[in-house]
């Protein structure tokens, strides 16, 4: 049940450097996962709210794209030391309004700040190209450009670090804003509105509109936004792609994912066992890099999921400011209700149902608490093999070879992360050469990439073409302009 506090805040819109009302009349309720207390209000907004702010945004890329990049540069590196010196605050933050453990939310909070001093390299980074003497006395040279107003929308599971893939690098290329964070988690967002100011942003560079599918659809549809950068749950990621890209935007859409990890009968399994555990239960399993799916190859079958049991069994499930849980609560309960559905649907497909996390429901009835749950004999056509349930519950499929693994691999839709956990050189060559996933890890649990490199999903679990981060990010972010010149006249 929420519990709605007399003097809970209600947040506004940030646009133009002032913080306003929404146009319209409808609120959502942010609720702390661990107690379903509600801590806030934020504005659904509308579209008229969206348009307010892009052409707020338009008039402040007028001036701001000829500022020059080094000064843009130096705006990173006063954010990125509020960043810092806020650290624990943010993390908090993090805490309360996703549910996530305090040591998961300042590791995201590192994240984020990786994000600002990677921007804070513009210098470097926007340099074009050139070749002199193409042909007699003519000169080529590539310059890089910016958009215009760039429009950002994230998701609930990493409410600090996802608006940092995008605007700190879209504004440091001479972009401005337009951030609709998720209405789940909109706390994170709109204190980096104010720490992005506090660094001496321009009013209008950053605007945040809070809200649901009408702000989405309104950064689509307006004409002045020239790209989309987008994070989220598979369906929707395919929606914004194709209604952004039918009018002409750029668009990178990044979505969900079963991240598959292959246990080798070679490996270390106890270390294997420990970073399975933490990647399949840390934040809840709600992590676009969370293990979904493991396929235990070979005969140690038995003796590794006895242990993986064993250390599930040990987890200490609770609120994220104790330091000893690693098992938060999931989102929402309308989430957890439907995570209960996939688990009825395992069982009824055939699938053997080793740790019921179920019963460890009713002693937290406030958040919204699921024990950690285990499948094994999972194959891979049942439905908890293909779908993402984005919660702490685990699919073991057997296997015999890594061919087989791999296999069970490729019939997966998404190809976000993979892992294999083996000490045989081989083993991982045939892994990085045919794993059907952008990101892969050799005997790590969690291989998101860091913010130089692109964060690089593939299959369903990407729309686009441009990754975030690293080079990719700044090509999503810039055009390129080419000058040919003649000396010879
Ligand atoms: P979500 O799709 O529900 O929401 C994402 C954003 O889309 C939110 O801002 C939300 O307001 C908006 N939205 C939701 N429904 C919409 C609709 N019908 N029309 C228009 N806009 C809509 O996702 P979520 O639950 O907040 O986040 C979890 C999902 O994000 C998971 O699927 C996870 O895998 C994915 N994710 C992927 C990555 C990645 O790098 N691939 C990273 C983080 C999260």
Redesign the pocket.
Known sequence: MSVVNNDTQVLKNYVGGKWVDTAGEKFGEVINPSTGEVIAKVPLSTKEDVANAVETAQKTFETWRNVPAPKRARLMFAFQHLLVKHHEELAKLVVQENGKAFKEAYGEVQRGIECVEFAAGAPTLLMGESLNNIAEEIDSEMFRFPLGVVGG??????PMM?PLWMFPLAIVCGNAFVL?????TPLLATRLAELFTEAGAPDGLLNIVH???D???GLIEHEKVKAIS????????K??YEQAAAQGKRVQA????KNHHVVMPDCDMDKAVSHIISSAYGSAG????ACSAVVVVGEKGDEFVAKLKQKADELIMGSGFDDEVLLTPV?RKEHRDKVLDYIELGMKEGAELIRDGRKEMDEHMEGNFLGATIFDRVTPDMTIAKE?I?APVLSLLRADTLDEALRYMEKSRFG?GATIYTKDAKAVRQFREEADAGMLGINVGVPATMAFFP?S?WKD??YGDLH?NGKDGLNFFTRKKMVTSRFDF
């Open positions: 929308i994230t998701p609930f599971n990493f996802v609709k964070p998720s209405e789940r809200g649901a599918h702000v989405v659809n987008f994070v989220g749950s598979q369906p929707v990621a929606y914004v990044l979505s969900g994912a709600q992590r676009c890099m989102i993402e984005f976000n964060f999903g679990s990407f975030v």
